[in-house]
């Protein structure tokens, strides 16, 4: 343990008495941000895996479909699927373990970076769920207006209604405030010495 770290024990000890020492909160940080990583890299997979099969579904629609909004609605999710996987990819990777031999303030604001990067990468991914909303709607109003609606074309917009509505609202409630309390935890742990 490097001086800052010392000096940030007398401070934490001040702060909470009795409290943790500095190597219980640092390897309590370390584990966190360790488990952090793995939570992010799996949560990636498990995206690319789902737009996998949601593109599989996609295709699977559009050998069989001829109506205009059907097609509209399986191109838009085509490009969404493929859309947000990229930008997963690209946006998403997890840098490497922070190091726990850094010096403090290097530390903090390193493991700060990480998170507040993955909170950025959630709350600019939902904005893509409106790709297939605004291709279907618009879509649907175009075969009504035309006269080339099919039976059902209806019930294409309602459903990507409730669809994006519930995939931002879970992002927004569910994953970047789960990150957001994650992140508020370590820094009560790095800055006052607290463990939840």
Avoid at 130 to 155: K, R
Avoid at 170 to 179: I, P, Q, R, S, T
Avoid at 182 to 193: F, I, K, M, S
Wanted: glycine residues 8%.
């Amino acid at each position: 343990m490097n001086k800052e770290w010392k000096e940030m024990q007398h401070i934490w000890e001040q702060a909470n008495p009795g409290g943790p020492d500095a190597d219980g909160i640092l390897s309590y940080v370390v584990t966190r941000a360790e488990k952090f990583d793995r939570r992010i890299r799996w949560e990636h997979r498990l995206g690319w895996s789902a737009a996998a099969v949601g593109l599989a579904c996609v295709v699977e629609l559009m050998s069989r479909v001829e109506g205009s909004v059907e097609v509209a609605f399986g191109l838009s999710m085509a490009a969404f699927l493929v859309g947000l996987t990229v930008h997963l990819w690209l946006k998403g990777r997890s840098k490497e373990p922070v190091d726990r031999s850094l010096s403090r303030p290097y530390f903090r604001a390193t493991l700060e970076k990480k998170f507040n990067t993955q909170i950025r990468l959630l709350r600019a991914t939902k904005y893509w769920f409106v790709l297939p909303l605004i291709a279907t709607g618009c879509t649907t109003v175009w075969a009504y207006l035309t006269g080339h609606a099919e039976e059902n074309d209806w019930l294409f917009f309602p459903v990507m209604l409730l669809g994006t509505a519930f995939a931002w609202w879970f992002n927004e409630a569910c994953a970047v405030k789960g990150m957001r309390k994650d992140w508020e935890e370590l820094r009560r742990a790095l800055d006052d010495g607290e463990l939840p």
